[in-house]
């Protein structure tokens, strides 16, 4: 009785405290309490409902059936604009709050709303090595699928969150097979087009036999010289599975290396996705520290999501305790709040204050322009740690493909956290970044936000094909271009 009733004492206090101050005062300032007293419980139960409503779909073996359904209801959705005149813009009918963009578009104000309610996965066929997906299948709930099958897909994000949908229009991670004999044209156009092409309503993607762990290896490394060449030799082996580079500040950094196995040292076994342990980016710290290398054995579907629990690093500003030990076993298993539910109560006031004091972008660059790239960073915003994780570009069609004839080694330089340069000023910084990606070939992800002209946009990204696809599939009456999706000017 007596906790409960300090319990009840403390609460009163804590909503009169809210009161004198004003909740805007403590959204903007103490944001941690409406976090830790309503986002964190209504996220758990979203996940519950999800799991379970999954868990049906999947032992009644529904899926297909209500595909074809839901495809109709969009086609009837599809005509019912046409009778209307065609006289607005379509767009997808998901809110924008619910999107992986840091911004909410204003174009779903005045576009016409097609409601997409396809989240399934729909089969899988391990003779072909595919999976049949529908476009707002999450990473998390498809690597729940494919894991406990012996499956998985050749690249796996690292946030739970992020939709089949977002990867494939947004960044196109991973491989995938969309009418790529029937119309290969169609095929390299779709990455990057941000739903300007088309409606995506389902997609297969290839899928690879998995392992129980990654052997991972942990090397510090001193130097930003030493830093780049170490991770630019990790990256060219062809036996690494996995290579990850986390730069802790402009001389300090991590270069881990993993392969996939199914032995393990059950000594070195460690578990990272469970709750209360360290953040991820917290732990590889350690090796910094102590100034050694290390060898872990990581759960394979741990390993993937490794940072979602702390989104990366982006909640240790919102829950500065968020990786306290006493914090993490008592409310570990909560976390991390749903990205969705942050952006819909952040408000105007957190909103106007994380687009000024804040970075979240992601560039792709050549890696033979990484140091570089790490030294203009630091000049200019100064946000640590730096995420670095390599991909092979091909020379395709499309819109994002190397400046000369043949495959390039690219790495994606991920920033996210508060500037610490006094000079920060969020849109001429940021403009400057996008310069100097530009100069050097290199590739802004669509999902941050884009201070870029229309002239400098098309500067960055090879427009020919996708202007092209527009024009034979008449999409410049139905929707809008790319570049009015995800400039600036278009989000709020």
């Not at 909740?23 to 976090?35: D, G, S």
């Not at 946000?383 to 499309?398: A, E, K, Q």
């Amino acid at each position: 009785m007596v906790p409960l009733l300090s319990l009840g004492i403390g609460l009163l206090l804590l909503l009169l405290w809210a009161r004198s101050k004003g909740i805007e005062y403590v959204l903007v300032h103490h944001r941690w309490i409406f976090v830790c007293l309503f986002l964190l419980p209504l996220s758990v139960l979203f996940d519950i409902y999800s799991q379970f409503r999954a868990w049906v779909v999947q032992k009644l073996h529904s899926a297909p059936l209500q595909h074809s359904q839901r495809v109709r209801y969009i086609q009837a959705q599809v005509r019912e604009w046409k009778k209307e005149g065609q006289k607005t813009y379509m767009c997808t009918g998901r809110p924008g709050w619910h999107t992986v963009s840091l911004r909410v578009g204003k174009y779903k104000k005045t576009h016409k709303n097609i409601f997409i309610n396809l989240m399934d996965i729909l089969e899988i066929d391990t003779e072909r090595q595919v999976v049949r997906v529908e476009p707002l299948v999450t990473m998390g709930q498809l690597t729940a699928y494919l894991n406990p099958l012996g499956w998985t897909i050749p690249v796996v994000p690292e946030l739970d969150d992020l939709t089949v949908d977002d990867l494939l229009l947004l960044f196109c991670l991973f491989y995938y097979f969309f009418l790529q004999e029937e119309n290969s044209d169609l095929f390299y156009a779709v990455p990057w087009s941000c739903g300007t092409l088309g409606f995506l309503v389902a997609a297969e993607i290839n899928i690879v036999p998995v392992k129980k762990y990654i052997k991972l290896h942990y090397e510090p490394v001193r130097g930003l010289k030493a830093i780049c060449k170490r991770f630019t030799e990790e990256s060219e082996k062809k036996e690494n599975h996995f290579v990850e580079g986390l730069v802790y500040s402009l001389e300090e950094a991590v270069i881990m290396s993993g392969v996939l196995t199914d032995e393990a040292d059950q000594s070195k076994v460690n578990s990272i996705g469970n709750y209360y342990k360290p953040w991820f980016y917290k732990h590889v710290e350690k090796y910094l520290k102590a100034n050694k290398t290390g060898v872990e054995y990581i759960p394979t579907r741990h390993y993937y999501h490794r940072h979602t629990r702390s989104i990366f690093w982006v909640l240790r500003e919102i829950l500065p305790f968020g990786n306290n030990p006493v914090f993490r076993y008592l409310f570990g298993w909560m976390v991390p709040p749903k990205i969705s539910l942050l952006k819909l109560t952040q408000g105007e006031a957190i909103r106007t204050l994380y687009e000024q004091h804040h970075v979240v972008q992601d560039m792709m660059i050549p890696i033979k322009s990484l140091e570089k790239c790490i030294e203009t960073y630091h000049s200019d915003i100064r946000v640590y740690p730096l995420w670095l994780c390599p991909f092979i570009l091909p020379n395709n069609p499309g819109m994002v493909h190397p400046k000369g004839d043949e495959t390039e080694l690219y790495v994606n330089v991920g920033s996210y956290g508060e500037p610490q340069t006094k000079h920060f000023e969020a849109r001429a910084s940021t403009r400057q970044m996008e310069k100097f990606v530009r100069s050097i070939h290199g590739f802004q992800m669509l999902y941050a936000d884009c201070y870029m002209t229309r002239e400098e946009f098309w500067e960055m990204f090879d427009g020919s094909l996708y202007h092209k696809l527009r024009k034979e599939l008449q999409c410049s009456d139905a929707f809008p271009e790319v570049y009015d999706k995800i400039s600036k000017a278009a989000r709020h």
